[in-house]
Protein backbone atom coordinates (compact mmCIF):
# COMPACT_ATOMS: atom_id res chain seq x y z
CA UNK A 1 0.00 0.00 0.00
CA UNK A 2 1.18 3.46 -1.29
CA UNK A 3 0.20 5.59 2.24
CA UNK A 4 0.68 9.69 2.04
CA UNK A 5 0.67 11.90 5.29
CA UNK A 6 1.75 15.07 7.39
CA UNK A 7 3.68 15.97 9.67
CA UNK A 8 1.16 15.86 13.09
CA UNK A 9 -1.97 17.55 13.16
CA UNK A 10 -0.88 21.03 15.56
CA UNK A 11 -0.34 23.70 13.15
CA UNK A 12 -1.92 26.72 13.58
CA UNK A 13 -2.27 28.02 10.41
CA UNK A 14 -3.89 25.03 9.34
CA UNK A 15 -7.23 26.39 10.99
CA UNK A 16 -7.58 28.37 8.21
CA UNK A 17 -6.24 26.39 5.51
CA UNK A 18 -7.07 22.81 6.00
CA UNK A 19 -9.55 22.24 8.99
CA UNK A 20 -13.41 22.76 8.56
CA UNK A 21 -13.93 26.58 10.33
CA UNK A 22 -14.94 26.15 13.95
CA UNK A 23 -13.51 22.83 14.48
CA UNK A 24 -12.08 22.10 18.35
CA UNK A 25 -9.03 21.40 18.76
CA UNK A 26 -9.88 18.04 20.06
CA UNK A 27 -11.13 17.28 16.73
CA UNK A 28 -8.17 18.35 14.86
CA UNK A 29 -6.84 14.89 14.98
CA UNK A 30 -10.19 12.99 13.77
CA UNK A 31 -10.66 15.30 10.92
CA UNK A 32 -6.65 14.92 9.47
CA UNK A 33 -6.58 11.41 9.94
CA UNK A 34 -9.93 10.94 7.52
CA UNK A 35 -8.30 13.34 4.53
CA UNK A 36 -4.90 11.59 4.86
CA UNK A 37 -3.99 8.21 5.18
CA UNK A 38 -1.00 8.54 7.60
CA UNK A 39 0.61 10.62 9.92
CA UNK A 40 4.44 11.30 10.89
CA UNK A 41 4.33 12.41 14.41
CA UNK A 42 6.96 14.92 15.54
CA UNK A 43 6.68 15.47 19.06
CA UNK A 44 7.84 12.37 20.09
CA UNK A 45 11.81 13.74 19.01
CA UNK A 46 11.35 16.52 21.53
CA UNK A 47 9.66 14.66 24.40
CA UNK A 48 8.60 11.10 25.85
CA UNK A 49 4.66 10.78 25.15
CA UNK A 50 2.69 8.59 28.01
CA UNK A 51 1.33 5.18 27.17
CA UNK A 52 -2.67 7.82 27.33
CA UNK A 53 -1.41 9.50 24.44
CA UNK A 54 -0.44 6.62 22.46
CA UNK A 55 -4.09 4.60 22.94
CA UNK A 56 -5.35 8.50 22.22
CA UNK A 57 -4.33 8.53 18.65
CA UNK A 58 -5.34 4.78 18.31
CA UNK A 59 -8.65 5.29 19.36
CA UNK A 60 -9.45 8.65 17.43
CA UNK A 61 -8.33 7.45 14.31
CA UNK A 62 -9.86 4.94 11.44
CA UNK A 63 -9.08 1.63 11.25
CA UNK A 64 -6.71 1.20 8.56
CA UNK A 65 -4.73 4.31 9.66
CA UNK A 66 -1.09 4.57 10.35
CA UNK A 67 1.17 6.69 11.97
CA UNK A 68 4.96 6.55 11.71
CA UNK A 69 6.60 7.94 14.87
CA UNK A 70 9.99 10.06 14.97
CA UNK A 71 12.03 8.42 18.44
CA UNK A 72 13.41 11.20 20.43
CA UNK A 73 16.48 12.67 19.74
CA UNK A 74 18.16 11.61 22.94
CA UNK A 75 19.20 8.62 20.83
CA UNK A 76 20.70 9.73 17.64
CA UNK A 77 21.63 13.28 18.77
CA UNK A 78 25.06 11.53 20.66
CA UNK A 79 28.65 11.43 19.93
CA UNK A 80 28.83 7.20 20.41
CA UNK A 81 25.72 5.92 18.67
CA UNK A 82 26.59 2.58 20.49
CA UNK A 83 25.69 3.84 23.66
CA UNK A 84 22.41 4.92 22.68
CA UNK A 85 20.86 1.20 24.39
CA UNK A 86 19.54 2.76 27.14
CA UNK A 87 17.70 5.49 25.46
CA UNK A 88 16.03 3.19 22.54
CA UNK A 89 14.62 1.32 25.01
CA UNK A 90 13.00 4.01 26.80
CA UNK A 91 11.36 5.04 23.93
CA UNK A 92 10.28 2.23 22.42
CA UNK A 93 8.78 0.96 25.89
CA UNK A 94 7.16 4.41 26.58
CA UNK A 95 3.51 3.44 24.97
CA UNK A 96 4.03 3.27 21.38
CA UNK A 97 2.25 -0.52 21.17
CA UNK A 98 -0.29 1.20 22.42
CA UNK A 99 -0.75 1.75 19.22
CA UNK A 100 -1.34 -1.64 18.10
CA UNK A 101 -1.54 -2.55 13.92
CA UNK A 102 -1.78 1.19 13.89
CA UNK A 103 2.06 1.74 14.58
CA UNK A 104 4.28 2.53 11.13
CA UNK A 105 7.59 2.64 10.85
CA UNK A 106 9.75 4.37 13.62
CA UNK A 107 11.93 7.45 12.16
CA UNK A 108 15.51 7.89 13.44
CA UNK A 109 16.35 11.20 12.61
CA UNK A 110 19.77 12.35 13.10
CA UNK A 111 21.84 15.80 12.96
CA UNK A 112 23.03 17.34 9.83
CA UNK A 113 26.23 17.41 11.17
CA UNK A 114 26.02 13.98 12.19
CA UNK A 115 28.93 11.80 9.81
CA UNK A 116 29.03 7.79 8.78
CA UNK A 117 31.23 6.14 10.34
CA UNK A 118 30.72 2.28 9.49
CA UNK A 119 31.29 0.40 12.88
CA UNK A 120 29.44 3.14 15.31
CA UNK A 121 26.38 3.12 12.90
CA UNK A 122 25.80 -0.59 12.49
CA UNK A 123 26.29 -1.13 16.39
CA UNK A 124 23.49 1.53 16.36
CA UNK A 125 21.52 -0.58 14.05
CA UNK A 126 22.04 -3.59 15.78
CA UNK A 127 20.48 -1.74 18.77
CA UNK A 128 17.11 -2.08 17.32
CA UNK A 129 14.62 -4.97 17.88
CA UNK A 130 12.85 -6.65 15.52
CA UNK A 131 9.26 -6.68 16.97
CA UNK A 132 7.76 -5.13 20.53
CA UNK A 133 5.10 -6.70 22.45
CA UNK A 134 4.04 -8.98 19.70
CA UNK A 135 3.92 -6.12 16.64
CA UNK A 136 6.62 -6.19 14.01
CA UNK A 137 9.04 -2.97 14.09
CA UNK A 138 10.21 -1.07 10.78
CA UNK A 139 12.90 1.42 11.03
CA UNK A 140 13.88 3.80 8.77
CA UNK A 141 16.62 6.24 9.23
CA UNK A 142 16.96 10.37 8.67
CA UNK A 143 20.56 10.93 7.77
CA UNK A 144 21.89 14.22 6.40
CA UNK A 145 25.51 14.17 5.87
CA UNK A 146 27.06 13.30 2.29
CA UNK A 147 29.06 11.25 3.53
CA UNK A 148 26.17 8.84 3.72
CA UNK A 149 26.59 8.47 0.44
CA UNK A 150 29.08 5.22 0.84
CA UNK A 151 27.48 2.02 -0.96
CA UNK A 152 28.55 0.51 2.35
CA UNK A 153 26.36 2.76 4.38
CA UNK A 154 23.29 1.30 1.81
CA UNK A 155 24.45 -2.32 2.78
CA UNK A 156 24.44 -1.66 5.88
CA UNK A 157 20.63 -0.69 6.43
CA UNK A 158 20.25 -3.34 3.86
CA UNK A 159 21.86 -5.75 6.19
CA UNK A 160 19.36 -5.07 9.23
CA UNK A 161 16.03 -4.35 6.26
CA UNK A 162 16.26 -1.13 7.82
CA UNK A 163 15.28 1.83 5.22
CA UNK A 164 16.72 5.16 4.46
CA UNK A 165 14.89 8.51 3.76
CA UNK A 166 14.53 9.82 0.92
CA UNK A 167 14.42 13.57 1.42
CA UNK A 168 12.95 16.24 -1.34
CA UNK A 169 14.84 19.22 -0.38
CA UNK A 170 17.31 21.89 -0.99
CA UNK A 171 19.27 21.66 2.01
CA UNK A 172 19.67 18.02 2.77
CA UNK A 173 20.91 15.66 0.60
CA UNK A 174 18.18 12.65 -0.91
CA UNK A 175 19.48 9.05 -0.75
CA UNK A 176 17.52 6.47 -3.17
CA UNK A 177 18.45 3.21 -2.36
CA UNK A 178 15.57 0.59 -1.33
CA UNK A 179 17.23 -1.51 1.24
CA UNK A 180 14.10 -2.09 3.56
CA UNK A 181 10.97 -4.29 2.75
CA UNK A 182 9.54 -0.62 2.64
CA UNK A 183 9.88 2.86 1.44
CA UNK A 184 9.79 6.17 3.22
CA UNK A 185 10.13 9.68 1.67
CA UNK A 186 9.88 13.26 3.12
CA UNK A 187 8.77 15.65 0.56
CA UNK A 188 9.97 19.23 1.81
CA UNK A 189 9.73 21.54 -0.62
CA UNK A 190 6.32 22.64 -0.91
CA UNK A 191 5.74 26.41 -1.69
CA UNK A 192 3.56 28.77 -0.24
CA UNK A 193 2.18 30.57 -3.36
CA UNK A 194 1.22 26.69 -4.94
CA UNK A 195 -2.47 26.02 -3.47
CA UNK A 196 -0.89 21.94 -3.63
CA UNK A 197 2.68 22.80 -2.64
CA UNK A 198 3.83 21.45 -5.76
CA UNK A 199 2.54 22.12 -9.05
CA UNK A 200 0.49 19.76 -10.66
CA UNK A 201 3.24 17.90 -13.07
CA UNK A 202 5.25 17.78 -9.90
CA UNK A 203 2.67 15.68 -8.22
CA UNK A 204 1.77 13.48 -10.89
CA UNK A 205 6.06 13.10 -10.95
CA UNK A 206 5.46 11.86 -6.93
CA UNK A 207 2.81 9.39 -7.84
CA UNK A 208 5.24 7.76 -10.25
CA UNK A 209 7.75 7.75 -8.08
CA UNK A 210 5.84 6.19 -5.50
CA UNK A 211 4.88 3.51 -8.08
CA UNK A 212 8.62 2.72 -8.52
CA UNK A 213 9.27 2.51 -4.58
CA UNK A 214 6.65 0.03 -4.21
CA UNK A 215 7.64 -2.30 -7.11
CA UNK A 216 11.68 -1.84 -6.26
CA UNK A 217 11.86 -5.49 -4.26
CA UNK A 218 11.19 -9.07 -4.93
CA UNK A 219 7.41 -8.10 -4.06
CA UNK A 220 5.13 -5.27 -3.82
CA UNK A 221 6.54 -2.80 -0.63
CA UNK A 222 4.69 -0.28 1.45
CA UNK A 223 5.49 3.24 0.79
CA UNK A 224 5.36 6.16 3.28
CA UNK A 225 5.08 9.20 1.56
CA UNK A 226 4.68 12.86 4.07
CA UNK A 227 4.40 16.46 2.56
CA UNK A 228 6.85 17.53 5.71
CA UNK A 229 8.18 21.18 6.57
CA UNK A 230 8.93 23.32 3.48
CA UNK A 231 5.61 25.39 2.98
CA UNK A 232 3.72 23.56 5.92
CA UNK A 233 0.89 25.12 5.08
CA UNK A 234 0.33 23.77 2.41
CA UNK A 235 1.35 20.12 2.98
CA UNK A 236 -2.64 18.57 3.57
CA UNK A 237 -3.45 20.28 0.42
CA UNK A 238 -0.48 18.47 -1.45
CA UNK A 239 -0.78 15.16 0.57
CA UNK A 240 -4.03 15.10 -0.46
CA UNK A 241 -3.95 15.70 -4.70
CA UNK A 242 -1.30 13.08 -4.31
CA UNK A 243 -3.60 10.58 -2.66
CA UNK A 244 -6.19 11.88 -5.22
CA UNK A 245 -3.58 11.15 -8.22
CA UNK A 246 -2.50 7.60 -6.82
CA UNK A 247 -6.04 6.15 -7.18
Not at 96 to 113: A, R
Not at 130 to 151: C, I, M, N, T, W
Not at 205 to 234: C, L, N
Request: charged share 25%.
Amino acid sequence: MIRVGIGGWTFEPWRTTFFPKGTPKTKELHYASRQVTSIEVNGTYYNTQKPASFKKWHDETPDDFVFSVKAIRFATNRKVLAEAGKSVDLFLNSGLSELKTKLGPVLWQFMPTKKFDEADFGAFLALLPKDLDGLKLRHVVDVRHESFAAPDFAALCKKHNVAIVYTHSDKYPGFDHATADFAYARLMGTESKIETGYPSKAIKGWAEKAHEWEKAGKKKRDVFVYMISGAKERAPAGAMALLKELQ
